[in-house]
């Protein structure tokens, strides 16, 4: 099983961007999925989750700008991120809980840099 993050970029205060997850591999179920992010200095702090009933759960300091949502026909999860601060400049990581014919483990994307700066 693969997770692979995509949509990361350099954004002015204030701007969009919307984060993609793949998930792929010999995948049964996923349950719930999330988006980390982990600032230069800082520990890897859970942003927003989604379970697969779509019940969603975020960081109070996102509350309001950024939008979690997931496709489970495509096996994938988005974060649509706006009104973006200077703060939420991080490497943002995707998670999900994936049952395999084998297991059912939890699974880490590479991350994706999001850099907000004028």
């Known amino acids: 099983v693969q997770l692979q993050a995509s949509g990361g970029g350099l954004v002015p205060p204030g701007g969009s961007l919307r984060l993609s997850c793949a998930a792929s591999?010999?995948?049964?179920?996923?349950?719930?999925m999330s988006w980390y992010r982990q600032a230069p200095g800082k520990q890897r702090e859970l942003v927003a989750g989604?379970?697969?009933?779509?019940?969603?759960n975020y960081a109070d300091s996102v509350k309001g700008r950024f939008t979690i949502s997931r496709d489970n026909a495509k096996n994938m999860v988005y974060l649509q991120m706006n009104s973006l601060k200077p703060e939420d400049t991080a490497v943002y990581y995707c998670?999900?809980?994936?049952?395999?014919?084998?297991?059912?483990?939890?699974?880490w994307g590479q991350g994706t840099q999001v850099t907000v700066s004028s």
């Open positions: 998670n999900s809980v994936i049952r395999t014919r084998v297991r059912v483990g939890e699974y």
């Open positions: 591999g010999s995948i049964v179920s996923i349950n719930a």
């Open positions: 989604i379970t697969s009933g779509g019940s969603t």
